[in-house]
């Protein structure tokens, strides 16, 4: 399997299963973001979390891919995919419920989770759902998503064995976002290695000490 960061909560994980090679992307973003979303990115399946700019341009993805968009489980190519409603602290505070999505998904043998723009802890009821997580992708930026402190405390909640940082501070971005740096602080222990593309088996993943991996998009 592999996996590259496309910025924001956007990523492109390439698998093989028994139908051949798939690629799946998350949250394609609008280049109003101050970010420019590749062009030359072909998918099997699109993943959409929650539905506004930063996270929502389908047609940005070439190769007519099956989109998910709403909560349930889905198999595609081999590929299962659950989507977990989890809606956002922050619009339920001003009496709206905008729908941001958790999606498990599995593959090669390796489970692994994508939070979305997800604000607050998790209740009893998504952890339950997100048990023996391998491969965390974990908003830490603040801002609207999780801050570095409060996503620390949700990686102990859900104890995966790598995390990738998302929606956090990179340059040209217009929304303003806290830094990895931050929330490696805010993890206290860090294991941490950059990388521009995380390739990874079942028998590749770490056994003890967490690792945090930090994409180059």
């Known amino acids: 399997m592999q996996i590259s960061w496309l910025g924001l909560s956007s990523f492109e994980i390439t698998t093989k299963t028994t139908n051949g090679e798939v690629v799946l992307v998350t949250d394609p973003y609008d280049n109003q973001t101050g970010l420019r979303f590749p062009r030359t990115i072909e998918g099997n399946v699109v993943m959409i979390t929650h539905d506004e700019m930063d996270a929502n341009n389908i047609e940005a993805v070439t190769g007519s891919p099956y989109i998910i968009r709403t909560p349930g489980e889905f198999e595609v190519r081999g590929v299962f995919v659950f989507g977990i409603p989890a809606p956002l602290k922050r619009e339920q505070k001003k009496g709206i419920s905008i729908e941001n999505i958790l999606y498990r998904i599995e593959s090669e043998g390796i489970h692994l989770a994508h939070l979305g723009a997800i604000d607050r802890e998790l209740t009893d009821e998504e952890l339950k759902r997100l048990q023996n997580i391998d491969i965390l992708m974990v908003p830490v930026g603040g801002g609207g998503v999780l801050s570095p402190s409060d996503a620390a405390e949700v990686i102990r909640q859900i104890e995966p064995r790598v995390i990738i940082p ?52």
Do not use: Q, W
């Open 166 to 217: 998302m929606t956090h501070s990179i340059p040209n971005l217009k929304a303003k976002y806290e830094s990895v740096d931050a929330f490696c602080k805010a993890m206290g222990t860090c294991r941490r290695e950059h990388m521009n593309k995380f390739k990874i088996t079942r028998k590749d993943l770490p056994e003890e000490d967490m690792l945090i991996v930090t994409l180059e998009r």
